[in-house]
């Protein structure tokens, strides 16, 4: 399985800014997709997730209302619209994979730096 992250980049408060997931590898019916992201100093946590086979959504409290988790079964890619961006949100992103029945991501993908100025 292979996760390519792109989309990061500088920018300020207030903006937009839009990553995306190829996914590859394998077929992921009953897989779930998702965000996270580590920002210097912390653990790694839990952005949004999305059930690929009906599109469920599920969010980290601190994104709600700002980011929205999407994905398109024809391109297998997943995306994730960041709107509103803070300081706070200043990260790398990793895309991530798990079977539904799992706990656990199963797959990670490379990291994709997102630097939100104030």
């Known amino acids: 399985v292979q996760l390519q992250a792109s989309g990061g980049g500088l920018v300020q408060a207030g903006d937009s800014l839009r990553l995306s997931c190829a996914a590859s590898g394998r077929t992921f019916t009953n897989h779930v997709m998702g965000w996270f992201r580590q920002a210097p100093g912390k653990e790694r946590e839990f952005v949004a997730e999305?059930?690929?086979?009906?599109?469920?959504?599920n969010y980290a409290d601190s994104v709600k209302g700002r980011f929205t988790i999407s994905r398109d079964k024809a391109k297998n890619t997943v995306d994730l619209q960041m709107n509103a961006l803070k300081s706070e949100d200043t990260a790398v992103y990793y895309c991530s994979a798990r079977r539904s029945q799992s706990r656990s991501v199963n797959w990670w993908g490379q990291g994709t730096q997102v630097t939100v100025s104030s």
């Open positions: 999305i059930t690929w086979n009906l599109g469920s959504t």
